[in-house]
T-cell receptor, first 110, second 113 residues
């Protein structure tokens, strides 16, 4: 299973774009990358998933370079409510062989 | 609305007790997972199951066992609870198809005295 590494914490201000990078050097050919968001006293919830290049949805973008050894979650124009822990997850296509990163605690300041 | 429920939000047990944590999902998902979450250590996978009666060890299975007799229910068992098993326990489920995103329950905060 691919080991994942993320920064422990990041600070930002409202309205800024935030980029969180996850390193997964040993990612396998068939592995996918998924990001989750977790608020205090809640379980994580899905944000975005990708395999290669760029994926965008209504809340975030995910950038994956050609070698797939890292991925970057991009949150456009963050608000105070985006303060949370963000987890990177590498997993097989059945979603049951997986490794969570240690999580990045994002603090958005006014 | 999809749902993963866990039997208790808070649980206090004594060292040596047998502890059952129950998880139920209503989405007909094939995969179910048990994690523990500790400050600074993120989410660590204890066990997962990809089908009824099937189970696979995760990263930290020692001291735990699991049971999946029905598709919707996945139980985590602490045969003899110890103080180092004090933690937040999170259950999740996912399908093997499409995005296979994991849906998490609210968590059980277990304290072993």
């Amino acid at each position: 299973l691919a080991k994942t590494t993320q920064p422990i914490s990041m600070d930002s201000y409202e309205g800024q774009e935030v980029n969180i990078t996850c390193s997964h050097n040993n990612i396998a050919t068939n592995d996918y990358i998924t990001w989750y968001q977790q608020f205090p006293s809640q379980g994580p919830r899905f944000i975005i998933q990708g395999y290669k290049t760029k994926v965008t949805n209504e809340v975030a973008s995910l950038f994956i370079p050609a070698d797939r050894k890292s991925s970057t979650l991009s949150l456009p124009r963050v608000s105070l409510s985006d303060t949370a822990v963000y987890y990177c997850l590498v997993h097989n296509n059945a979603g049951n062989m997986l490794t969570f990163g240690g999580g990045t605690r994002l603090m958005v300041k006014p | 609305d999809v749902k993963v429920t866990q039997s208790s939000r808070y649980l206090v047990k004594r060292t040596g007790e047998k502890v059952f944590l129950e998880c139920v999902q209503d989405m007909d998902h094939e995969n179910m997972f048990w994690y523990r979450q500790d400050p600074g250590l993120g989410l660590r996978l204890i066990y997962f199951s990809y089908d009824v009666k099937m189970k696979e060890k995760g990263d930290i299975p020692e001291g735990y066992s699991v049971s999946r007799e029905k598709k919707e229910r996945f139980s985590l068992i602490l045969e003899s609870a110890s103080t180092n098993q004090t933690s937040m326990y999170l259950c999740a489920s996912s399908t093997t198809r499409g995005y296979n995103e994991q849906f998490f329950g609210p968590g059980t905060r277990l304290t072993v005295l």
